[in-house]
């Protein structure tokens, strides 16, 4: 079967559509997403470094753990590209997703068919997470485009083991996703093992493997050796925390990111046999299929999902732009809207767009102005946040209403 590029370009420019129609209502600015690219900013404004963004988990020792610094640097091209504005570097993730789809067609109709390679793009392009994963800035965007990588290079080495060049590839596109996903250290060292079976040159293919993932991951390498194996140490001492029963993650389908692509060959397997069997049936499945996840609540053409309801890209910046039109001296923000109650999604505009970088996200005591986005009816007299509490007794005032749930409130201290 020939491949109908028509018909393809159809389907891209329809998850396209899907992903861009109106986006600036749709587009997520969280405080994941603040963060990242605070962090990446501050590579360019104060000095570079080989951290990358801090998780949200801490050891039984007190020590963070943190992501590659390999996904950050990778944003700077795109905020000096887009003067720091995170929509059309959000759009860029749009287009990501949208080439990874691009990616495993030609994958899979290079190896399986054409057939097999149209409804893979079918299936990842309509698909409701990778819609909703199009619509914010994570570096774990980038894992299903590397487990194609991944699949690919295996798929060429099991056909010709000699070619230790595409072992290297692998290696480094291994390392690369262990910067972007700690587990994704499992996958690499599964397919370690399955290389080192396929080949008769093992230590050789051992070792370009090795070389090619310490150059994918050479950041987090490099800090690791200058600060006595911090990394690995953290990583370690979390396992055993997570061992002894403390609290650690949930599996989650994010996790499992990189076999989404294979997913969905499978899935383009049993479709294309469920064609040669009984057409309208297979037609049948792919209508409820497609049904299903452009109805999912994972998909809004509406509103940005995810966010605070109601809370869109464009009234968060116009939140930071009314406190930049105010500040006068040192101030700090405060975000009532959910965990980020260092107000990330403030502090990115406020710094890199307008100029005007609030006090550290730790540094409130003693703080003379805060400006807080909040709902209009939060209750300032008994606040629940710390970033609040440390500064009473206080005043607080509407500056000014965002709609008619959230507003901005300036909040001085009475001395």
């Known amino acids: 079967m020939k491949v109908n590029y028509f018909l393809v370009a159809v389907f891209i420019f329809l998850g396209l559509f899907l992903r861009l129609y109106n986006f600036r209502e749709r ?25 990358g963004q801090e998780y949200f988990r801490t050891t039984s020792a007190g020590h963070k753990l943190f992501s590659g610094a390999v ?96 072992v290297f590839l692998l290696g480094i596109v291994v390392g690369l996703g262990v910067s972007l996903q700690y587990l994704f250290a499992l996958l690499g060292v599964g397919i370690f093992f399955y290389l080192i079976w396929l080949t008769r040159e093992k230590i050789k293919a051992g070792l370009v493997f ?15 050796l200058r600060h006595n ?5 953290t990583v370690w001492q979390y396992v055993l925390d997570v061992s002894r029963g403390e609290e650690g993650p949930k599996l989650a389908y994010y996790h499992l990111l990189p076999f989404w692509p294979i997913f969905f060959l499978l899935l383009s397997f049993i479709l294309v046999k469920l064609l040669a069997k009984s057409k309208p049936l297979a037609i049948l499945v792919m209508a409820v299929y497609l049904y299903f996840n ?28 009314t406190i930049a039109g105010h500040v006068s001296g040192n101030f700090n923000v405060v975000s009532l809207l959910d965990f980020d109650t260092p107000g990330y999604i ?23 102005v805060l ?7 939060y209750n300032f007299d008994y606040p629940g946040v710390w970033e609040l509490r440390v500064n009473l007794p206080y005043k607080y005032e509407i500056l000014k209403e965002i709609d008619e749930k959230y507003a901005v409130f300036r909040v001085t201290r009475e001395d």
């Open 229 to 233: 194996f911090y990394h690995l140490a």
């Open 27 to 51: 587009v997520v600015f969280g405080p994941e997403q603040a963060r990242s690219l605070v962090v990446s900013g501050r590579y360019l404004t104060e000095k570079p470094s080989l951290l």
């Open 346 to 368: 403030l502090r990115y505009p406020l710094e890199f767009m307008e100029a005007k970088k609030p006090k550290d996200d730790e540094d409130y005591p003693g703080t003379a």
């Open 71 to 166: 996904f950050n640097y990778s944003l700077i091209p795109l905020q000096l590209l887009f003067d720091f504005d995170p929509l059309p570097i959000t759009i860029y993730f749009a287009f990501l997703n949208v080439f990874t789809g691009v990616v495993l067609f030609w994958v899979a109709r290079k190896i399986f068919g054409s057939k097999v390679g149209i409804l893979s793009l079918v299936l990842f392009l309509f698909n409701d997470y990778m819609i909703y994963h199009s619509t914010f800035i994570w570096n774990y965007n980038y894992l299903p485009l590397a487990g194609i990588f991944c699949f690919y290079l295996l798929n060429g080495f099991k056909k010709d083991p000699k070619r230790l060049f595409r």
């Open 371 to 377: 400006y807080v986005l909040a709902e209009r009816d």
């Open 294 to 321: 452009l109805t999912s609540p994972r998909v809004s053409f509406g509103k940005a999902v995810g966010m605070p309801e109601g809370l869109t890209y464009d009234k968060v910046m116009e939140a930071a732009e």
């Open 210 to 224: 090795v070389g090619g993932a310490l150059l994918g991951n050479l950041p987090m390498v490099i800090f690791d």
